[in-house]
């Protein structure tokens, strides 16, 4: 079983996690199960950047993003080449290491 290594994130996880993962699922879905409240503006859609990760390693071990993805990836606070979003990345056989950045593009928090 895959595990997702979370580095430390002041708000959402301090500490930092490591968490088991099913093959299939998505770096947010993993997160949410295990109380890491990552946002998710648009309910996992891939509508919005809110849920931006960026994937330290393991990154090749993803499918390769779709234009979808992409588009709304460019539009995300701290891009970087290993950039994904959680909603739409989802777990292979190889473990990651996932950083959730400081910031979002979400002007409304619906929580």
Request: proline share 5%; net charge negative; with cysteine.
């Amino acid at each position: 079983m895959p595990k997702i290594v979370f580095l430390p994130h002041q708000d959402l996880c301090p500490e930092g996690a490591v968490l088991d993962a099913e093959c299939g699922e998505s770096i947010l879905e993993v997160a949410l199960r295990n109380g890491i409240d990552v946002e998710h503006a648009c309910e996992m859609s891939c509508a919005c950047t809110t849920c931006h990760c960026i994937v330290r390693e393991g990154f090749d071990s993803l499918a390769e993003s779709t234009e979808e993805e992409d588009d709304m990836l460019d539009k995300a606070w701290g891009l970087e080449p290993e950039s994904r979003l959680g909603c739409q990345a989802r777990v292979a056989k190889e473990d990651l290491v996932v950083e959730i950045p400081r910031y979002t593009i979400n002007h409304a928090r619906e929580h």
